[in-house]
C-alpha cells in the first residue's frame, strides 16, 4: 500500500466501474442546476442549501474556497452508467496534523438514490483517505432528524459516539442537534473495508 501525504493542491480524481468523482470547480454549476432547481429538498438537513442557482453558485464558491483555504477538499460525483453528474461529497475540517477529518456536505439526486452511487462514493472516498492518504480517522456528522443519513452510517458500520445538543445554530434560528460517527483506520483495516466493498 502506498500512501502519500494529502494535498489540497493536487487535483485527486477517484474512480471505480461506477463512478468518477474529481475536484468541484465553478463551471459545475451547468452540471448541478438540474437539482438545484427541480429538487430542493435535498438539502432540507444541510448546513448550507444549494436549492435554487443563487444558492448554488454561493454553495460552489464556497466549498472551492474552503479548499483554498486549506481545510476541505469538495468532489463532483459523475454515474458512468447514465453518463450523468449525480451530486458532491466532500471531505472538510481536513487536519493533516492529526490525520483526521470528516466526511460529510453529501447528497445525490433522486433518481440515483438506493442505486448504489451513495456507497460506491463512500467506497471511493474511504479508500482515498484511508489507504491513499493515510488518514487516522474519518468522522461523520448527520442532524439528528435526518434518520436516513444515520441509518446509511450505521450501514456501512461508523461507529456511533454520541450526541451532539443543540451545538449549531441553523439559519432560520433554530438550533441543530447532530449524531456523531467516526471510523479508524483499524476499523477499516480490520472489517469495514471488505464489508462496504462486499455492499457495492
Not at 26 to 46: A, I, M, N, T
Not at 64 to 90: D, L, M, N, Q, V
Not at 122 to 131: C, E, G, I, S, V
Amino acid at each position: 500500500m502506498n500512501i502519500t501525504p494529502f494535498s489540497f493542491s493536487a487535483h485527486y480524481v477517484l474512480e471505480n466501474e461506477t463512478l468518477m468523482m474529481r475536484p468541484l470547480v465553478k463551471e459545475d454549476v451547468q452540471h448541478l442546476s438540474v437539482f438545484s432547481v427541480s429538487e430542493p429538498e435535498l438539502w432540507q438537513y444541510s448546513l448550507q442549501s444549494a436549492a435554487g442557482i443563487g444558492n448554488l453558485v454561493q454553495y460552489i464558491n464556497s466549498a472551492i474556497e474552503g479548499k483554498e483555504a486549506g481545510h476541505s477538499y469538495p468532489f463532483i460525483i459523475f454515474c458512468k452508467k447514465t453518463h450523468r453528474y449525480a451530486g458532491c461529497t466532500r471531505l472538510y475540517e481536513i487536519d493533516s496534523v492529526n490525520a483526521t477529518c470528516y466526511l460529510g456536505y453529501s447528497w445525490i439526486g433522486k433518481e440515483f438514490q438506493g442505486t448504489g452511487v451513495n456507497r460506491n462514493s463512500k467506497w471511493l472516498m474511504l479508500q482515498f483517505a484511508f489507504d491513499q492518504c493515510g488518514f487516522h480517522r474519518v468522522a461523520f456528522r448527520a442532524d439528528a432528524n435526518n434518520t436516513k443519513s444515520i441509518r446509511a452510517m450505521e450501514a456501512i458500520g461508523c461507529v456511533p459516539e454520541g450526541l451532539l445538543r443543540e451545538h449549531m445554530v441553523l439559519s432560520d434560528g433554530s438550533r441543530r442537534s447532530s449524531r456523531l460517527f467516526s471510523l479508524l483506520r483499524s476499523d477499516w483495516e480490520k472489517e469495514i473495508r471488505e464489508k462496504l466493498h462486499a455492499m457495492l
